[in-house]
């Protein structure tokens, strides 16, 4: 067989019959290919047996709560600024108070007290010296304001 | 949902775990999986009323995919933000980890953030998300012989990375 990448796609089921039964036969008269094979269909098996993976608690309410067009202007904002970092949680603390809160799939519904979001916010906001954060609690002290 | 086309949350809460697996085995960490998901779900939100009805995972995983290679062309030109990719397995948990398989997870799991890109993306697109040769063509814009021969090349490196283990 001259293309070994044919071992991965007959693994995978993506070959027409034609090319399945041409690649099963030059199997059969290969010991070296049978071992490829045995490793192809190993490798596919260990990826594909990984255990689930899901995200830290909380993540989820952060990124639901942030569906907010002022919380993803901040989070453009900060992604300019520090391309590593990530919403805070004040960030999102501040976004549940604007837009109310979310209900998530698999976790308890959040519903923090807007008091102790924006204690929290501007807790935050002062120790981190953010500016980005601090402009958050801009906008949830005019989106609150009457 | 109108028309077919799901609202943002919808597709958070009934694909977000699709997301964040493909995420996580791009990335190989919870920190960056996190980061490509946010960046993702912004895509999604500013690109819902642009899905045309099909494969929505599969959508969705071209678009994951395209986050995590923009991060690490830009990594790629700013190295000094960059992170090691096994950071995790630099730092693990506990040295003294009774759990022999969760040991082995986290040994693939390395082995898969070790691959070189061109091979890790189709390896995942594959395997984690299920996407067949022709949604994988598509979503990285090669030839269906280039994803053949990626998958296979990727597998045949996570192979040699795996070797001393028992599998």
């Known amino acids: ?146 | 949902m109108a028309d077919g086309i799901p609202t943002w949350e919808e597709v958070a809460r009934d694909h977000g775990g699709l997301l964040y697996r493909v995420a996580y085995r791009l990335a190989g960490n919870h920190e960056d999986a996190q980061d490509l998901v946010q960046e993702a779900l912004l895509r999604v939100r500013k690109g819902l009323e642009r899905y045309e009805l099909g494969s929505l995972e599969g959508w969705l995983a071209r678009i994951v995919t395209n986050v995590f290679l923009d991060d690490v062309r830009r990594k790629q030109r700013r190295p000094t933000d960059a992170l090691p990719d096994d950071a995790e397995r630099v730092l693990p948990e506990s040295p003294s980890a009774e759990d022999a398989s969760a040991q082995l997870a986290d040994e693939i799991q390395a082995a898969i953030a070790a691959l070189p890109e061109e091979f890790r993306v189709p390896v995942v697109l594959c395997d984690v998300a299920d996407q067949s040769y022709e949604q994988i063509a598509a979503a990285l814009d090669v030839p269906l012989g280039t994803v053949r021969s990626r998958i296979h090349r990727g597998r045949g490196l996570l192979r040699d990375a795996l070797k001393d283990f028992e599998l």
């Open chain 1, 1 to 146: 067989m001259n293309d070994e990448s044919l071992l991965s796609a007959y693994v995978d089921d993506e070959l027409d019959a034609t090319t399945r039964a041409e690649v099963e036969a030059r199997v059969a008269e290969s010991d070296e290919l049978r071992v490829v094979l045995d490793d192809v269909r190993a490798m596919r098996s260990v990826v594909r047996g990984l255990p689930d993976v899901t995200a830290p608690a909380g993540f989820w309410e952060r990124m639901l709560a942030a569906d907010a067009d002022e919380v993803v202007s901040l989070a453009d904002e900060r992604r300019r600024r520090r391309p590593r970092t990530r919403w805070s949680f004040a960030g999102a603390a501040a976004a549940a108070a604007i837009i109310g809160v979310a209900a998530i799939p698999q976790q308890e519904p959040v519903q923090p007290r807007l008091a102790t979001l924006t204690q929290s916010h501007s807790d935050r906001a002062s120790l981190d010296n953010d500016v980005v954060i601090n402009l958050a609690g801009v906008v949830v002290s005019q989106d609150l304001a009457p």
